[in-house]
Structure formats: structure tokens, C-alpha cells
């Protein structure tokens, strides 16, 4: 079933509270396609539906990103599906081979698509007066040649512009450059009109100082360790001639400063580490603080301790240097 919490952190006992939860539905028949409870009254969503990864509340509406389509959809508070739309870049539709449209052969033969699985709406930030939403790509777009999108060897994502009022895209997009082709993105917010933070990582997970010995993987220790785990600053409005968004600064989530100790799990002489494979979540709280958080895939994850499944964390971070760089 796809639904969304509002959560309440109590952050001196580490406790969570779940305030309420929303299951998202579509009695009006909204949804251009046939879902899993097609012919039952409610026809609650589930996860073979969709697959939301963002969220933005504007006004009384919620909006959420999907990986499937890949599409925006919007819903009132209550969860129930107002509008779906298709995915646009530069004025033709994009799509990944779990969109329902797309069919395959009867006889072998070239499938064409754009958006590679599981690569579709990742982050979705939206502008402080809620009249664009940024929906982020996971991955690159696989060009006319069967290739990721690239520019000198540099992959890069899609950062698109959606206008709420009308319903549509606008046209103009901008790029993102991965650091590494094999990277992802977990999460894009805007703390101001045009500034924004990115969650970039690998794909790996578990605590370097647990990493197996080279060559020697056990059971006893984390064979591929997480390495690049970064929160970038990124502005959309220093892009360059190509589109290319200006990466500021970033914030290494594998060196993080605790002198204080106030880490209640993973920190250690000082330090604390966010090991996991799925970091999704980053959103400002004020002009020196932000808010970050993974997903534990459970029971899937394990990067905090070996053959444990992950809790999802929520830490809170002082980076007073990175939200004033320019």
C-alpha cells in the first residue's frame, strides 16, 4: 500500500512518533492505467502502481514524484489522486520500460525507452511560493544512441521545471554532473530562489572501520564499505552555457564532526558516519541547520552493523558554511 506519515522526532529521547498516516487512493479513476485494486471501491495504490520517492505539500494539495513512469502526481490531503502527468523533456514525453504504455515485441526486436528502471523521479524540490516544482532524475537519460547522457565523459541528470498552476512542464531543464557515472542522487531541496541541496552517493553501504581486509571478503566484515556519501550546494542560477548547474560546496556524510558526542548510535572518537546505501532525505531548517535522513530498505540494509537490518536515522547537522557559500 503507498502512504505517506507525519512524523514527530523527539530528538532528546531519539523517539519518533507517527502522528497520523494517509493512504493514497483513486476512486475517481484518475490513474491512466489499470492498478492492482482496479475493481474494488477504494482502489487504495500500492507499490506496484507507483513508486514515490518525493513529496512537496503546496498549498492543500500534496505532490509526489514517481520512478515507474516516470510521473508527478497530485492528490488532496486526504491522499486521493487529483491528476497524473506524463514525464516531458524538451517537448517529448520520456519514459522507462515499467511505463504501462510500453509494449514489448511480439518478435524480437529494438525496445526504445529513456529513462532506465528504477531511474526516474529521485528528488523533487519545489520554489518557496509553490508554483514550480524541480523534479530530479535519478539517472541519466539514455540518448538517441543507447548511451547515458553525457557531456566529455561526464554523466549528468536532468533537473526539470514544472509549472503547478498550468499543469505542465516548462521546457527549460538543467543539468546535473555526477562525480562519478555509476553514482546516484537521493534528494534535491531549494533553501532559497535559486540555490538547492543534492544528495549524492554511491552505491555502496557499511562502516569503513569494519571493511574486510583487501582481497579477503568474510562474512565478519563489510566486503564493499560505503565511500561517497556528499550533500552538495548546488545553484541553479550560476549554471553555465551547457546547463550545467554550479556545484558550490558540498558536506561529506562519512566525516562528520561529533565533538560533542551527541550521536546516539555510529559515532566514535568524535566522528560520526552515515554508512548506509540509501540516503533520501535533506531539507533546511534555518540559515544554519539541515535535516538528513536514509531509508533503511527493510529489512534489506545493513550499513550500521553487520547482519542487522538498519534503522532509518534522522540526524540534524550545523553547516553554517556550506548554506552561506556562493
Not at 522526532?9 to 483513486?26: I, M, N, Y
Not at 492505467?33 to 492543500?60: C, H, M, W
Request: with cysteine; hydrophobic share 40%.
Amino acid at each position: 500500500m503507498l502512504m505517506f506519515h507525519v512524523l514527530k522526532p523527539d530528538w532528546k529521547s531519539g523517539a519518533v512518533e507517527r502522528v497520523s498516516t494517509t493512504f493514497l487512493s483513486d476512486p475517481d479513476r484518475k490513474v491512466p492505467f489499470r492498478i492492482v485494486n482496479e475493481n474494488t471501491a477504494k482502489r487504495y495504490l500500492t507499490g506496484s502502481d507507483f513508486d514515490i520517492e518525493s513529496i512537496q505539500p503546496i498549498g492543500d494539495n500534496l505532490w509526489f514524484g514517481d520512478e515507474f513512469g516516470p510521473f508527478l502526481i497530485k492528490t488532496d490531503k486526504n491522499g486521493k489522486i487529483l491528476q497524473v502527468f506524463e514525464t516531458m523533456v524538451d517537448g517529448k514525453p520520456v519514459r522507462s520500460p515499467d511505463h504501462p504504455a510500453m509494449v514489448m515485441p511480439a518478435a524480437p526486436g529494438p525496445v526504445t525507452f529513456q529513462v532506465r528502471r528504477s531511474k526516474g523521479f529521485e528528488g523533487m524540490a519545489a520554489s518557496a511560493d509553490g508554483k514550480f516544482l524541480y523534479p530530479l532524475l535519478e539517472g541519466p537519460l539514455v540518448a538517441a544512441d543507447g548511451k547515458p547522457e553525457s557531456k566529455e565523459g561526464t554523466a549528468y541528470l536532468r533537473i526539470l521545471e514544472f509549472d503547478v498552476d498550468k499543469g505542465a512542464y516548462t521546457g527549460k531543464s538543467w543539468k546535473y554532473a555526477l562525480e562519478a557515472p555509476t553514482n546516484a542522487i537521493g534528494d534535491f531541496n531549494l533553501i532559497d530562489a535559486t540555490s538547492g541541496l543534492i544528495i549524492e552517493r554511491d552505491d555502496t553501504e557499511g562502516d569503513p572501520a569494519l571493511a574486510c581486509a583487501a582481497g579477503a571478503p568474510k562474512p565478519d566484515c563489510f566486503n564493499v564499505p560505503a565511500k561517497f556519501k556528499r550533500i552538495y550546494k548546488v545553484d541553479l542560477g550560476q549554471a553555465d552555457g551547457d546547463g550545467f548547474v554550479k556545484k558550490v560546496g558540498y558536506i561529506d556524510l562519512m566525516d562528520i564532526d561529533d565533538p560533542n558526542k551527541v550521536a546516539k548510535q555510529g559515532g566514535k572518537d568524535g566522528k560520526l558516519t552515515f554508512p548506509f546505501f540509501t540516503i533520501e532525505n535533506v531539507d533546511l531548517i534555518d540559515g544554519d541547520r539541515i535535516i538528513v535522513g536514509n531509508d533503511n530498505n527493510l529489512p534489506f540494509s545493513s550499513g550500521r552493523a553487520l547482519g542487522k537490518s538498519d534503522d532509518n536515522e534522522l540526524i540534524i547537522l550545523k553547516v553554517t558554511d556550506l548554506l552561506k557559500a556562493k
